[in-house]
């Protein structure tokens, strides 16, 4: 018979294993996007919103939308009409809050390899601040930063999940 604290430590051992297995496999191939040198965080973001509301920015129950999400297609970093509209706004709010800045996070869903949607999640970011800033809002306040699919904002698979986390959020600040 075995001493108690080796069973525990068998029993233990065979939960991590199967733990660690629990999660599914990314496919073995996914597109390449372009190399981004970009260095991005391993923490998690404030999980209730807290700092993005400014005084007198639209908080996330405004009707106006101004902060919400811009969502992509699959494999995409390309603004859609109502991403650049919803950019534009934004451009306009910043433009009469000199003082305020805006930090727009790159997402990607769980489909393909971390490094991969890292680079996508980058690319997204990317595109949203350039657009902000060709919009005439100086480079310094506008910070990109890319999560890739470490903070999905809907959980499970399938396309109605994934189609959530191909996502930019904004947090606004002064």
């Known amino acids: 018979m075995m001493a108690p604290a080796r069973v525990s430590t068998v029993l233990m051992f065979a939960l991590v294993s199967l733990g660690c297995g629990a999660k599914s496999k990314k496919p073995a191939t996914s597109p390449s996007p372009s190399p981004s040198p970009r260095i991005t965080r391993t923490t998690k973001p404030p999980a209730d919103g807290t700092g993005r509301a400014t005084p007198d920015a639209p908080t996330d129950d405004d009707p106006t939308g101004l902060w919400s999400p811009i969502y992509f297609e699959f494999d995409s970093p390309k603004l859609g009409p109502e991403a650049r509209e919803q950019l534009s706004r934004i451009s306009e709010w910043m433009k009469g809050h000199a003082q305020a800045t805006v930090e727009v996070s790159g997402h990607a869903d769980e489909r393909g390899t971390e490094e991969y949607n890292l680079t996508l999640g980058d690319q997204r970011a990317q595109a949203c601040g350039e657009y902000i800033r060709r919009a005439g809002v100086a480079k310094p306040r506008v910070k990109t930063i890319s999560w890739?699919?470490?903070?999905?904002?809907?959980?499970?698979?399938g396309e109605m999940a994934w189609a959530k986390n191909r996502r930019c959020e904004f947090e606004p600040s002064r």
């Open 148 to 157: 890739g699919e470490q903070h999905p904002a809907v959980s499970g698979d």
